[in-house]
């Protein structure tokens, strides 16, 4: 039996095991996994790609040195380069620095892209002496005292949370780079971290963790974990454990009103991780309820949730919800996080379907198309505009994890499971497996063009399933054909059309998905609505009057700014009556407004530089 070896089985138990014969055909056969390694899936042509291509350009024009000058200060040691500003000179520096590992990681295995490995391999040694020159373990951008504070419950910006970025980057150099000297550094740092947990009460850990946002400390500590199989890495993995968020979910309360949001989700994500590592039942009952809560009925059209940061309203209560600090992208980031978890224990449609639902339209227009450049809220009220940060000076949190995204994507597109690979995302890209001889590549223009052709490659005939998931938002039936030949349409419980036999060389699915459109109003104002094209949102151009680089870079958000007020919807029945497609090469809509001229609609991911809606206002006249 020939084994495949994913990343580390202990890292990521969700492996993928491929075992073969020699015979002239064989069964392949997976273990049981839903996490595709992302070096073995390349994007192709479309808007994935060149977001992906951006984000590498602007890894590449980060100074390694820069980055780690605080680190080297902190330590005693004489920076090798000025320190970037912005949130790296204040008390969450050296976040960035563990976002950047992540980042680089993760792109190294997606591109295989040297440069990217070697910033990896840098970095990690320049930390390795920091940590050598501290003596005791200890690897940060800012001094123990911050520990301290927040140990006191004195006033300090979440050290916690910038440990947990750092030990996350040093992880990911680890599991997609096989950087020994990342792993040994994470070993250290998580060794002092126990030292001064020990000394806490269980009551005082409590409140300290109440105090101040920690990010995903026990996510990684479950990771540290894994990897070593060190019981004390898993036992601090469970004092991290928040009382105050996880009782009221453990019995299907939702206390989610003024909770801060982007310190909730990686705390659940840390269940999520101890779930698979101990069976814990609780843990998954936990993160599926909140799941479910947040995006049924605590997200916005895009999939994005929050607004200035916080759940401000009770469940299913969005319309208030609506502001120039909507919808943080970092939310977005970890919800997908989430959302992968829950797809491997259960290969349900409901989770690719949030998946798609979240990256076309939650994360996508989050990157500048011209600059690369992310943002930090997505503003969901109408008539403002996007933001972004500057290449030197917003090191955020949204910016942050702006650079991980698009190094990842990979991961989302093909899953497999057993004998079983599921085609979740149609994002023109191939998955390759040399060792096996198999190959996929997903042919589409989608969303512009609703076909996807799937192309199958094999050394020998192989017999595996494929399975293509049907979208809920697919309101026709399928055509799917395999080898030119018409199958008859059925799609299973969980809303995957399945293709078992005996695959060879060459063998071609095509796979049409009949697209509409539609309105989606919001629960608690059902005359305020968006107007999607299957899963596209599509936004409302408003024009750019007023504004320029100066407001568009460097800001959280437009909140400085006024809103400009935006017409209402003329609708007139179904919205394929009164919404008319311009062209059908691109998705560019007119719809009749209330001021007497139309409105261009096109996809969120493609508004830049302009005022928008994405919520309207009907206004319903019967003919």
Known sequence: MKVFKVLSILIISFGILISCSNEASSNLSFSNSSVTDISHVRLLDGPFRDAQQRDLAYLKSINSDRLLAMFRSTSGLEP???????????????????HYLSACSMMWAATGDSVMKDRVSYITKELKLCQDANHDGYISAFPREFIDRVEALKQVWAPYYTIHKILAGLVDAYT????????????????????????????QMQDMLDHTEQGGMNEVLYQLYAISGRQSFKDLAERFY????????????????GQHVNSFIPNVLGLARGYELTGDLKYRRIAEFFW????????????????GEVWGSDNYHIHSELGASSHESCCTYNMLKLTRHLWQWKHDQTYSDYFERALWNGILPTQHPVSGMSMYYVPMAPGYYKTFGTPDKSFWCCTGTGIENFAKIGECIFSVDKDQIFVDQYISSELKIDSMGLFLRLDTRFPARESVEVVIGTDRPMIFGINLRIPEWVVKEPSIQLNGKLLDYSAGPSGYFR???????????????????????????????AVLYGPIVLAGKLGNSGLDDTKIYGHYGPYEDKPIN??????????????????????????????????????????????????????QIIR
């Not at 320190?83 to 620095?97: D, M, P």
């Not at 997609?176 to 009551?203: H, V």
């Not at 090469?585 to 508004?607: C, H, I, M, R, W």
């Open 80 to 98: 090798k380069a000025e320190s970037y500003k912005g949130w790296e000179e204040r008390e969450l520096r050296g976040h960035f620095a563990g």
């Open 176 to 203: 997609w780079c096989s950087d020994t000297t990342a792993l040994e550094i994470a070993y250290g740092m998580a060794d002092w971290i126990q030292t001064r947990c020990l000394k806490l009460t269980e009551s």
């Open 242 to 257: 928040q009382k105050s968020y996880f009782v009221p979910l453990a019995d299907y309360r939702d206390t989610l009103k």
């Open 292 to 307: 479910k809560t947040v995006t049924e009925t605590r997200s916005f059209v895009t999939g994005g949730t929050s607004n």
């Open 499 to 529: 293709i078992n036999r005996k695959w060879k060389n060459g063998d071609r699915i095509k796979l049409v998905l009949p697209m509409s459109l539609r309105l989606e109003p919001m629960p608690d104002a059902p005359d305020t609505c």
């Open 566 to 619: 935006v017409p209402n919807l003329i609708s007139n029945g179904s919205p394929e009556k009164w919404i008319r497609r311009l062209a059908i090469d691109n998705l560019e809509f007119k719809a009749p407004a209330s001021t007497g001229d139309s409105v261009v609609l096109v996809p969120f991911y493609q508004l830049f530089d302009q005022r928008y809606t994405v919520y309207w206002k009907k206004d």
